[in-house]
């Protein structure tokens, strides 16, 4: 039984560009949270997917906007990067947001 | 919004002994405790939960113990192994959205 598959594992970017990053949730899950973890943090949540939906949302600007797929997978997108971006991007996915499963990350470094 | 306060930042134990971890929160309304591993270079790993309708709740060698009244909650780990090394984390929140701690990063010595 696959887990969270998340690509690319690791990706370096130049300030100002643009970023997709892409979640394929555990089987049988159908939520999709995507969560910024900085180095020696706990991970903050970005926002969270459902139904093709976005249900809700924390504390990030608007350059942060994402999408879920029919299939239930996910993207996240960031728009004009910052260096203060750099940072590992967790996706979970849940049933119904009952216990999440997270993947192992998407390690973004802005230049 | 929510607030986590996880303590310690850093727990050094010798094989054999055990851990303890606390958290804090803010919301009267998180009704979710989940507790998660994270090792080097992989995501977190939820590794036991609790509920607001449950005071105690244990795993073989890992228990978590809840108080809504003074908000707070505990990972207890007995007999540490090498293995248990990792950052962890407590969460809390409520519609299953948890907020995190900053993390407690625990070193077990053989």
């Known amino acids: 039984d696959a887990g969270v598959t998340q690509s690319p594992t690791h990706l370096i970017k130049t300030r100002g560009q643009q970023v997709t990053l892409r979640c394929s949730p555990k089987s049988g899950h159908d939520t999709v949270s995507w969560y910024q973890q900085a180095l020696g943090q706990g991970p903050q949540f970005i926002f969270q997917?459902?139904?093709?939906?976005?249900?809700q949302r924390g504390n990030f600007p608007d350059r942060f906007s994402g999408h879920q797929f029919p299939n239930y997978s996910s993207e996240l997108n960031v728009n004009a990067l910052l260096l203060g971006d750099s940072a590992l991007y967790l996706c979970a996915s849940s049933l119904a947001g009952d216990g999440y499963t997270f993947g192992s990350g998407t390690r973004l470094t802005v230049v | 919004g929510e607030n986590v306060e996880q303590h310690p930042s850093t727990l050094s134990v010798q094989e054999g002994d055990s851990a303890v971890i606390k958290c804090t929160y803010s919301?009267?309304?998180?009704?979710?405790f989940p507790w998660y591993k994270q090792e080097l270079g992989k995501g977190p790993q939820l590794i036991i939960d609790?509920?607001?309708?449950?005071g105690e709740k244990k795993d073989q060698r890992i228990a978590v113990t809840l108080n809504k009244t003074a908000k707070h909650f505990s990972l207890h780990i007995t007999e540490t192994q090498p293995e248990d090394s990792a950052v962890y984390f407590c969460?809390?929140?409520?519609?299953?959205?948890?907020?995190f701690g900053r993390g407690t990063s625990l070193i077990v010595h053989p």
């Open positions: 997917y459902y139904e093709e939906e976005e249900r």
């Open positions: 969460a809390s929140g409520g519609s299953y959205i948890p907020t």
């Open positions: 919301d009267s309304a998180s009704n979710y």
């Open positions: 609790i509920r607001s309708n449950v």
